[in-house]
T-cell receptor
Framework: QKEVEQDPGPLSVPEGAIVSLNCTYS??????FMWYRQYSRKGPELLMY????GNKEDGRFTAQVDKSSKYISLFIRDSQPSDSATYLC????????????FGTGTRLLVSP | SAVISQKPSRDICQRGTSLTIQCQVD?????MFWYRQQPGQSLTLIAT?????????ESGFVIDKFPISRPNLTFSTLTVSNMSPEDSSIYLC??????????????FGPGTRLTVT
């Protein structure tokens, strides 16, 4: 079993839809949770990071962490075609943020 | 954030040869890392590039196959040695930056797409 599980998709939605991307994990020691966006043929770009359980909002993006269920989510409101990319979750127990464990990524397609 | 460049952006190499990938950061950073991203798989940490000392390798990766140099705080190289088709992958450089009093953020370069024939 992988430490971090993420549905590879693709997830296809129409423009304006609310998107929900999710990861589950098995290591209860993880306490820092990140979401990266990766466009085709580009490196991953850090979107948001959350410490422990709770919600964090940044514009159209909301990150949620439920440590009791070992489940994290990224919500995208009013999705745009420019949001089409692969979204990677990452997490670590390392306070130095060095050893990140990544999910395989979910490919999102937002059609106009 | 951090501006990270990698050279080459892509290459096609023959099996048995070696390729050196360069990573340049726009300012000094303490921590630099090398990752591998294979199709359908998650990013996997190869090693931490340490300035002035030998790199620290993760389980499953060895120095003879992936020698790493880090001569200063803005530059690192990763060599993929004696390549086989299984080494075909995207290789990514990343750096760690302090983002607050107690938090950090890890930034990635654009990647080097390697195909071994």
């Amino acid at each position: 079993q992988k430490e971090v599980e993420q549905d590879p998709g693709p997830l296809s939605v129409p423009e304006g839809a609310i998107v929900s991307l999710n990861c589950t994990y098995s290591n209860s020691a993880f306490q820092y949770f990140m979401w990266y966006r990766q466009y085709s043929r580009k490196g991953p770009e850090l979107l948001m990071y959350t410490y422990s359980s709770g919600n964090k909002e940044d514009g159209r993006f909301t990150a949620q962490v439920d440590k009791s269920s070992k489940y994290i989510s990224l919500f995208i409101r009013d999705s745009q075609p420019s949001d089409s990319a692969t979204y990677l979750c990452a997490m670590t127990q390392d306070t130095g943020f060095q050893k990140l464990v990544f999910g395989t990524g979910t490919r999102l397609l937002v059609s106009p | 954030s951090a501006v990270i460049s990698q050279k080459p952006s892509r290459d096609i190499c023959q099996r048995g040869t070696s390729l050196t990938i360069q990573c340049q950061v726009d300012s000094q950073v303490t921590m630099m890392f090398w990752y591998r991203q294979q199709p359908g798989q998650s990013l996997t940490l190869i090693a931490t590039a340490n300035q002035g000392s030998e790199a620290t390798y993760e389980s499953g990766f060895v120095i003879d196959k992936f020698p790493i140099s880090r001569p200063n705080l803005t530059f690192s190289t990763l060599t993929v040695s004696n390549m086989s088709p299984e080494d075909s992958s995207i290789y990514l450089c990343s750096v760690l930056r302090l983002a607050g009093e107690i938090s950090y953020e890890q930034y990635f370069g654009p990647g080097t797409r390697l195909t071994v024939t």
